[in-house]
């Protein structure tokens, strides 16, 4: 009796093993559709052809989460529903898009007369968005990210009245890269994806792009 | 190969921030002061080498729980390193990824193609299964960050008798099962949605989060790792392979002496007792039960396949693609009740809500009604197909419930249950007989 | 007695989370709905009803795929220039011909032989009245971003984004001087242009206009280069200029008022020759949230020709 018995453990332990390989063997080796693959995300990049065959999960990246902006709609969830408090989703500057208004849609409410730094006067509801005299008619604006607690207030009103660089951005140095993030699955508009970690960032601006060759396209601009 | 050029890529820039380089802005500022413009910082995610570290810290805590449970039969160390993964996994780690919630990463990657496992997460899935197939659930003993505190608070742990523990046991199959379909079809991650314990990890949960896990904990007083026991739907997967492991957990190092010092030891109810009334069931009993089986299991496969078919539509409800469509549908029907009838009172109907941040954003993104529906229409084929499956599996586990309770059994010794130990080595400082 | 009780006390909790995560994930709770950090645009796109002094009176649907730039000519007739074609109106809004180009035509201007100039990317082409090619003139820079043109007796005013300076060339593209260069001695602020949007006009006397957006002022430029005078206010209010950099467009009705677009609050207005608000032609409501670029033309009967490039609409608006 023992006999066939540890006959049987031993026979369904190989059973589950075999199981558990094909499984893996499953995920690792699993076909593309050529235009994603495990490198991700994109294979139009890729100086792979397209009939690269390397084992998927082998190669691929660690990945995170990040928004694009351009299908947020700011409904204000990324502030309330991340696991952390405050949000690990930050208002960031893309510097190189700035306009450096002296009127900044995004620092001032809407109706300020008198552009001073009075706590009053500004958009901000934590006051984390900063503004420096540069020179006449240049200021610049800064974000305390310590401060900010990523409601996108002031993103709104610059891309209103502004360029649109003050943009919502997952900070890695914050998030907590949760197996299902939280803000994603609220997210109404599939803003969230995740992306590989070595390319963590999905600002506008920074980039190759040329902002003013979108002209009055309402692009980069709007 | 490539994992090593991409870690060592990732060594040079473990500390420092990414610094883009400024662009040609949109027009460029001409400053006249010496002013430069500040280049737009974006911090790096958590370096992919930690993540292989991760999983040589599972490895080697596995080894060493399987060591100190099997040879060197200690409850203080085990519980040393149990303390030792709340630590790491739990509140250094902070949770993500673990093993329970790897199921669904499996599972999603094995239907949706431009879905990333990294091979990390693979392996956080995989090795604690292997490790079990021979060494008994020694992921659960002390390497699973979730058990480990559970076992914290467990002060005032009572046995609920075997019919309870089978009943309630049923529960992490349903789990499994659901968890599997919703991660397949892209809906959800429910176990990480429910996941009770890392707020606590992070300091920081909502506070309905924090409720929640307070109930848990408080239920885990009296009854021992209520998750683990009664949720866990990863707890199901190793159940089933310690079961076949090819050593496990026992209670005593030699033979049993009967002193019953060990019966209250396992707050699991996982010490099964000698069955030694050894009346051996008539042949003819044997037959009608096995018969009585044979029609049992299709038929409750097939009728818990059906209701599972049937619950389609709630099952599907979860997915927001789904919940999108159900918002149009309702919108447009309003629209063409308002376009049909101009006369006064037809807008007295109640308003749906059509400035909903959902509604918005399909607006936005310029997708057409009949887009939105035929998504949603795929989603509720799949979820007809997966509520069959779920079903199925769902009526298979309780008919095994069933013939596992209906067949005989003949036990001389305390022994441990190789399915629901845990192997935390607790039982065994019960047993005088020391090697 | 105890242990049930611990027993029960324990199940009831278990139950309870079942129970939470149950009910959590399938009753298809609604989703919180409104936005606690909501920058509210709807107080500040309201306008007094009674400011509004003018009536929309006619659409023209053009069928380019872009459209940006729109000049009333002579006769009345409505040019409306885009990507890859110009369309002509009546004033009636019916067809009066068309033509075709490569390229986005972002501004356009005609001089009185009926030659027109359209502005695209960084350089200026001209054309006849059929659409035949007249010229097509010498980038000044790669970086150039022509967002406006008019037209005198004899020369041409352009007006560069990119490089935020006014050029004046004479009416075969010969570059004749610059306008508008930061010149401190002159009194020249220089212009400041935060996005691309940079409109130059001739006034009632043929004075040359140009609208220094950043500064959210018109200024009045002889065509040396000397700034005469300028007015303008930034304000959210219906009577300033609002957002980084407005107004975005601006056109003259014959007695020497200014009309004025903007973006941000997307507004039209009308400003007395002394740059006193008067009133509104269409308020933030008449267009969808976030149009930018709505060009403007004045008829000889003083209509008020907009470029919706949004709803890629003409649309005319006359007084009440």
Redesign the interface.
Known sequence: MPGRREFLNTLMRGGILAALGLLSGAVIFRSRDGKSCSYGFDCSGCSRSKSCMLPAALEARQTVWQLDMTKCIQCGRCATNCVMSPSAVKCTHAFAMCGYCDLCGGYFKPGTKILTTAAENQLCPTNALKRKFIEDPFFEYTIDEELCIGCGKCVKGCGAFGNGSLQLQVRHDRCKNCNECSIARNCPSQAFTRVPANKPSLMRGLGKERPGTAAKKGGVDA | M??VR?TS??LLFLLLP?V?L??????K?E???N?T????Q?????A?LL?YLDVLVLLVALALVSWLVLKKRSRLWVFAMSVFSLAYFGFYR?????SI??I???SL??FD??F?????V?LFF?LP??FT?FFGRTFCAAVCPFGAIQDLVAF?P?S?GSR?NTV?GI?PYLYLGLAVLFAATGT???I???D?F??IF?F???FGMFL?TG??L??????AR?YCR??CPYGVLLN??S????RHLTITPKECIQCRLCENSCPYDAIDFPVTDKSPESRPLMVKKMMMLTVLVPFLVLIFGYTGSRMQD?LA??D?RV?LAKEVMALSKMQDAKAGSREPGAGSRKQV?D????I??YK??GKTESQVYSEASAVLKKFYLGGWLFGGFTGLVIAMLIAGRMLPVYRKDYVTNKGRCFSCARCTDYCPIKS | MKQKIFIIAGLLLLIAVIGIMFTDLFSGKKQEQTNPYDYKMGEIRKTDSNQTAYTELLTIKPALVEIHAIVNGDGDRIYVAGKNGLEIYKGDGKPDGNFSFEGVASCMAIDKRGKIFIGIQDHVEVFDQIGKPAGKWKSVSPESILTSIAVSNSCVYVADAGKKIVYRYDLNGRLINRIGEKDPQKNVPGFIIPSPYFDLALGKKGELWIANTGRHSLEQFSDEGVLNSAWGEASMAIDGFCGCCNPSHFAFLHDGSFVTSEKGIERVKIYSPKGEFTCIVAPPSAFTEGTRGLDLAVDSKDRIIVLDPERKQVRIFVKK
Do not use: M
């Not at chain 2, 413009?37 to 737009?40: A, D, R």
């Not at chain 2, 902070?94 to 673990?98: A, D, I, L, N």
């Not at chain 2, 400035?355 to 959902?358: A, I, V």
């Open positions: 490539y994992i991409c890529f990732f990414l883009t400024p662009i040609q802005r949109f027009p500022p400053f006249e002061t002013y413009q500040p280049s737009t974006i911090p790096v995610p958590r992919e993540a902070e949770g993500c990824v673990c919630g790897s669904q990463n499996v990657a094995l193609h431009s990333v496992l990294p091979l990390t693979l995989l299964l292997v197939l005032k009572q609920l309870l309630l529960i959800d991650f429910i990480c949605r429910y009770p890392v707020g992070r920081n949960a909502s929640f109930i848990l408080l239920s885990g007083v009296f009854i209520p009664f949720l089933w392979t079961r076949f492991s090819r709630t409800g979860v927001y919940k809500q400035d909903s941040f959902e918005k954003a936005a993104s």
